[in-house]
């Protein structure tokens, strides 16, 4: 096994990948946000694109030999995803509402370099194909090291985004001179209903909670879940005592 190939090989072991779904992704055209402002409205997003960015990870086959052109055809697709992740979270950059508004600002910005990251793995892959046949241009960098840079550009940019996509529940969560209250900023019915859409994304498994083994969206989305289904948290409209978690 040439060493490109290992390198290949690890970083789509390193992604923990399930394999690609049939169809390729459709292009997005999301809704625009009723309101900009509202962290039920904001909360619902942000689990659309933890949805897009799932489905980008599922797009690279993790068993079998893979040539180079399906390995192109599959981070092609999940450039895709991965824009549609921020695309669904952009318009509320726009919000009044300072944590929406920071929060929509770190997530889009963070999606935006996960994509990047997979045009270059891309790129880094067909420069390998143009070395083969071509040898290497004078003075420039081996495929190998396009590749090894490309995989340390994904690798910080899914943690920053996994980071800020962890840290975007704090729009649900109300915080009172800055310290934390117990109280959701959603309704009963919109708790549920964001339970209800989590479950339909990434499987009703999430109940369990967080596992080393889910690939980071599915984890973070477990996380969600875990706040939203703590009966310590209050929804908004609960009457009950404060009651601090």
């Keep these: 096994m040439t060493r490109i190939v290992a390198i290949v090989v690890a970083l789509l072991l390193a992604l923990a990948l399930a394999a690609p779904p049939a169809s390729a992704s459709p292009r997005c055209a999301p809704p625009a946000p009723s309101r900009l402002d509202a962290p039920y409205v904001y909360a619902m997003s942000v689990v659309d694109s933890l949805g897009w960015l799932r489905q980008g990870t599922m797009r690279m086959p993790t068993t079998g030999p893979r040539d180079a052109s399906e390995v192109l055809a599959a981070l092609a697709q999940a450039q895709g995803d991965f824009a549609c992740a921020g695309k ?22 963070a999606c935006n370099r996960v994509r990047a ?79 209800s859409r989590l479950e339909k994304k990434f499987g009703k498994s999430i109940r369990g909670g967080r596992r080393d083994e889910q690939d980071p969206p599915t984890m973070v989305a477990a996380g969600w879940y875990e706040i939203l289904a703590n009966p310590r948290f209050r929804s908004l409209d609960d009457a009950r005592v404060e009651v601090r978690p």
């Design 88 to 109: 669904v979270l952009a318009p509320f950059v726009k919000s009044d509402a300072e944590r929406i508004r920071t929060s929509a600002e770190t997530l889009v910005a």
């Design 117 to 195: 990251s997979t045009e270059a793995m891309a790129a880094a892959l067909k420069a390998q194909g143009d070395e083969a046949s071509q040898g290497k241009p004078p003075g420039g960098r081996t495929a190998d090291e396009r590749m090894e840079e490309a995989i340390q550009q994904k690798d910080q940019a899914w943690g920053d985004l996994m980071i800020a996509a962890a840290d975007s529940v704090g729009v649900l969560v109300e915080f009172r001179d800055e310290k934390l209250t117990g109280r959701l900023l959603v309704t009963k019915e919109e708790r549920a209903g964001l339970k």
